[in-house]
T-cell receptor, first 114, second 114 residues
């Protein structure tokens, strides 16, 4: 079965430092997409970044980058220069052939400390 | 830029009552989704709709019905609410092909069943 695993329930980082949030996935599909979403305490789901399984370069969006290691089946989110507003839950999610909806991990709560 | 709009934002029901959660998107997306989010968990798919007039069950469809009224609107109905349906409900939409497109979420409906 397809599965997303986020092994870090909570993380702390100092303001202005970089942080890596882990995500591993399990699929036998060759064609799939990996997504990261941010959920602040206000509750909305905010799309951050996407990586396709055939993309050779790691995706980047501003301060967010996705460290995609296909052989290891990992898709870690790297946030550079953390800001207080980055404090939130972060969810890794996957889509694949035959399932149009997203499969979500259980999330990582990031707290940025001044 | 409304995006995905959900109503209501909050609702309290008594066991056995019925209600309909409304969702509308203005991004001309074909695909729409209903998820639920329980404490400490990622989102789980309730129902999915690839286009007007079509719906498919997700992981947790029991106790729910849906209607894809037109391209814009996708409603979720609880016919006889149960305490186990206390959750936060999210509607989302995406372009196609779905596995390469981010899903855009509404702000959620916080539903409590007493």
């Amino acid at each position: 079965a397809q599965k997303i695993t986020q092994t870090q329930p909570g993380m702390f980082v100092q303001e202005k430092e970089a942080v890596t949030l882990d995500c591993t996935y399990d699929t036998s599909d060759q064609s799939y997409g990996l997504f990261w979403y941010k959920q602040p305490s206000s509750g909305e789901m905010i799309f951050l970044i996407y990586q396709g399984s055939y993309d050779e370069q790691n995706a980047t969006e501003g301060r967010y980058s996705l460290n995609f290691q296909k052989a290891r089946k990992s898709a870690n989110l790297v946030i550079s220069a953390s800001q207080l507003g980055d404090s939130a839950m972060y969810f890794c999610a996957m889509s694949y052939t035959g399932r149009r909806a997203l499969t979500f991990g259980s999330g990582t709560r990031l707290q940025v400390q001044p | 830029n409304a995006g995905v709009t959900q109503t209501p934002k909050f609702q309290v029901l008594k066991t056995g009552q019925s209600m309909t959660l409304q969702c509308a998107q203005d991004m001309n997306h074909n695909s729409m989704y209903w998820y639920r989010q329980d404490p400490g968990m990622g989102l789980r798919l309730i129902y999915y709709s690839a286009s007007e007039g079509t719906t498919d069950k997700g992981e947790v469809p029991n106790g729910y019905n849906v209607s894809r009224l037109n391209k814009r609107e996708f409603s979720l109905r609880l016919e006889s609410a149960a305490p186990s349906q206390t959750s936060v409900y999210f509607c989302a939409s995406s372009g196609t092909p779905e596995r390469y497109q981010p899903q855009h979420f509404g702000d959620g409906t916080r539903l409590s069943i007493l």
